[in-house]
């Protein structure tokens, strides 16, 4: 399974932006698909997550701004940043897929992306 994140940049605190991993490779059953964040010195967090049939997660710090969605026909997994803030400065993980285990924790996790950078100015 290869996993290519995308949609990263530069915006200002209150913007928004729209990450897209696409998934390419085996792929069946009803599996979920992650977004993690690092930034340097720090454990890579949780973001939030997706089931195959829509069930969502998300880290209370994101809760009601960030949106996780899926398109299965083009195996793509997105995550829609709405009122960004600073703190939202991370390179940005796409992880997956799983098909057990928590969806909160990296172990659970096989495979990841290469990372996008966003960068929220103030």
């Known amino acids: 399974v290869q996993l290519v994140e995308s949609g990263g940049g530069l915006v200002q605190a209150g913007g928004s932006l729209r990450l897209s991993c696409a998934a390419s490779?085996?792929?069946?059953?009803?599996?979920?698909m992650g977004w993690f964040r690092q930034v340097p010195g720090k454990e890579r967090e949780f973001v939030a997550a997706?089931?195959?049939?829509?069930?969502?997660y998300y880290a209370d710090s994101v809760k009601g701004r960030f949106t996780i969605s899926n398109d299965n026909a083009k195996n793509t997994v997105y995550l829609q940043m709405n009122s960004l803030k600073p703190e939202d400065t991370s390179v940005y993980y796409c992880?997956?897929?799983?098909?057990?285990?928590?969806?909160?924790?990296?172990?659970?996790?096989?495979?990841w992306g290469q990372g996008t950078q966003v960068t929220v100015s103030s």
């Open positions: 992880a997956g897929p799983i098909y057990g285990g928590s969806v909160y924790s990296l172990s659970s996790y096989g495979y």
């Open positions: 490779g085996r792929t069946f059953g009803n599996y979920h």
């Open positions: 997706i089931s195959w049939s829509g069930t969502t």
